[in-house]
């Protein structure tokens, strides 16, 4: 199999942010939730609590460049390639997490892939069970392109808002404004896998065991970090 190059169209998917996130529907929406009184604000770097070894998957961080960082508006992150310790696959991951909303909301794969090149071949409602017996609603993504560089990824991608799991923005919007508590945070996260198009189907195995393993493992960390975040703040 040949290994994912982490997020391929991550880099482009965050470019695009600066230009989706100016629309009134995503102000309106950051003006009624999580203001600064709620916010959970985390320094840079907390979000590498999470371990970087995860069952069999072992974690490898890949930097994102500043100009990228400052496009998203993120107040933290995670870039990892995850390796099985018996190179049985690998599996790309990135969690982005702030606090302006408008800015995040806006960072779909249906968007940002195909405007690197890919083409969106399937998108569908999942329910993965972890192995803590959680449920992550999310949704699928699969992507094509040909060429010299041709090759199929798959991205799972979900929400967590304060502790609750979205599986898409549609959804994300609905919980956010029938919350009747402050919201602390929104994290987005994402697993991708880039193959042939013959090892799809394994692909896609590999990216929801690694999930299963994590999702616990990013819930704990992204408690962890916005209680200390809210402890600290004057």
Do not use: K
């Amino acid at each position: 199999m040949q290994r994912p190059r982490l997020n391929p169209a991550a880099s482009a998917c965050v470019a695009l942010l600066v230009l989706l996130a100016g629309g009134f529907g995503y102000r309106a929406l950051a003006e009624r939730l999580g203001g600064p009184s709620g916010a959970a604000v985390l320094a840079r770097g907390t979000l590498n609590r999470l371990p970087t070894v995860i069952g069999p998957w072992v974690g490898q961080d890949l930097p994102l460049d500043e100009a990228t960082i400052q496009a998203a508006d993120v107040d933290d992150f995670v870039n990892r390639i995850y390796t099985r310790q018996d190179a049985a696959g690998a599996v790309a991951l990135y969690i982005a997490y702030g606090v302006h909303f408008r800015d995040l909301l806006p960072h779909r794969p249906e968007v940002c892939y195909p405007a690197a090149g890919w083409a969106r071949l399937e998108a569908v409602g999942e329910e993965l069970r972890t192995v803590d017996g959680s449920v992550v609603p999310l949704r699928r993504y699969r992507f094509g392109r040909g060429g010299l560089d041709a090759g199929q990824v798959t991205v799972l991608n979900y929400y967590d808002i304060s502790g609750q799991r979205s599986a898409d923005v549609s959804a994300l919007r609905a919980r956010l404004w029938r919350s009747p508590t402050p919201v602390h945070y929104v994290a987005q996260v994402q697993v991708s896998t880039t193959t042939a198009a013959a090892d799809q189907t394994q692909a896609e195995q590999w990216g929801r065991a690694f999930l299963e393993e994590a999702a616990p493992l990013i819930a704990a960390t992204l408690t962890t970090a916005v209680q200390d975040a809210l402890r600290e703040r004057p």
